[in-house]
């Protein structure tokens, strides 16, 4: 599993390297839920780029923080979530910093975003094309005939009649109404998309065809995706680049393929353990004995510890760094000059 040590450098200060044409840059960013029982950290100094056009899958257990991740850069959060630290430049302007009504120009038009639930996020007495025209409306598109044309246009790209303006989301079914969201998404092309476990309501089958229409769509609009699902064959077949959190970190960062054929962090072998082949059967994660900590009582030294088959001594009181490793960034101090092989109590 350890790569060769040449390639190992820790680039925890430095964050990974800036990307070069990025239209999305998240640095160092922190989120903090302030509770009455005190704080929690759901996002714990996230760092990571996504190109045009990028398809970046984000995945990890319940409860790491991947949504509030995405709300934190959407600046979709809301007390008792905080952002307190970091940058989130998209296009080289920071959202952590805009006005609400700076935000309200930006999203939909050039980022918008799909949550797991439509039937939470669609207006339940208002029908879909009258949702579709307000979001337009707002964003200044006062003509009827345009928002007509565009809504049954969009409505058409998702594989749905736009007869369907009409319809109300009760009247749909469950993939129709995500179908509808992502019409929605899609009525500006925007050149962000961030979706949160966007298909993970419906069935196999369903989930399938639309995983399917979201990538014909990216290719042919060109927009970037930020995908979360539990989902790792949907992960291997569709995503460009893969970030698997960890109890609010990254745990390890890289191009999917790498992740998939040499995975570093023994939480990332664990869970591609658990996943028995591409072309295999698909799977949920599963398969690490225990369970992710609570993030307001964290281990001491690496929150992986408790459950790592990797562990060391020092691992129990040393918080692990990101490291660089052959284009990865990886959180594990097995990664570290210091380490010593066969010192873990299976390495
Ligand atoms: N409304 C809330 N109030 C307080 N703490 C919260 C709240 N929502 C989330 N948290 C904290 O933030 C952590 C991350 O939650 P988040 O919903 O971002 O996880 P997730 O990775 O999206 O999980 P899932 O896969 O279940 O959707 C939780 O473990 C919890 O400690
Ligand atoms: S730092 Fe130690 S406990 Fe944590 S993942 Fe690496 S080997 Fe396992
Ligand atoms: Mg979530």
Redesign the pocket.
């Known amino acids: 599993m350890r790569r060769r040590p040449e390639a190992i450098q820790p680039i925890e200060l430095a964050g990974p390297p800036p990307r070069q044409g990025a239209i999305l840059d998240v640095r160092d960013l922190s989120v903090e839920y302030l509770l009455e029982s005190g704080t929690v950290l759901a996002v714990d100094n996230v760092s990571f780029a996504v190109d045009p056009g990028e398809f970046l899958a984000v995945v990890g257990e319940s409860g790491c923080g991947?949504?509030t991740m995405l709300f934190a850069i959407a600046r979709l959060l809301s007390p008792p979530a905080e952002i307190i630290g970091g940058s989130v430049a998209f296009n080289g302007r920071d959202l952590v910093g805009l006005t609400e009504s700076a935000l309200t120009a930006i999203r939909w038009k050039d980022l918008s975003v799909v949550m797991?639930s439509a039937m939470n996020a669609l207006n339940p007495v208002k029908s879909i094309g009258s949702q579709f025209k307000d979001a337009m409306r707002a964003h200044g598109v006062a003509s009827n005939g345009e928002i007509a044309h565009r809504s049954a246009e969009v409505l058409r790209m998702v594989g749905i009649d736009p007869i369907h303006l009409k319809s109300y989301p009760h009247q749909l079914s469950g993939g129709m109404r995500q179908r509808s969201m992502i019409a929605m998404a899609l009525l500006f092309t925007p050149e962000l998309v961030i979706m949160?476990?966007p298909t993970s309501a419906l069935d196999v089958v369903a989930q399938r065809s639309l995983m399917v229409q979201i990538k014909d769509l990216q290719q042919q609009f060109g927009f970037a995706v930020i995908f979360?699902t539990h989902d790792m064959s949907l992960v291997s077949h569709f995503s460009d680049n893969l970030m698997v959190m960890y109890a609010g970190q990254v745990a390890e960062y890289g191009p999917t393929r790498h992740l998939f054929d040499a995975p570093s962090h023994p939480y990332t072998v664990g869970l591609m353990d658990a996943f028995p082949s591409i072309r295999g059967p698909r799977r949920a994660l599963s398969g690490i004995p225990g369970r992710p900590p609570d993030l307001a009582r964290l281990p001491q030294g690496c929150r992986f510890s408790p459950r790592c088959p990797k562990v060391m001594d020092r691992c129990r009181t040393d918080q692990p760094p990101l490291y660089r490793v052959d284009g990865t960034d990886v959180r594990c101090l097995l990664f570290d000059d210091g380490a010593v092989d066969g010192q873990g109590s299976n390495a």
Do not use: A, L, T
């Open positions: 991947k949504s797991q949160d476990e979360v």
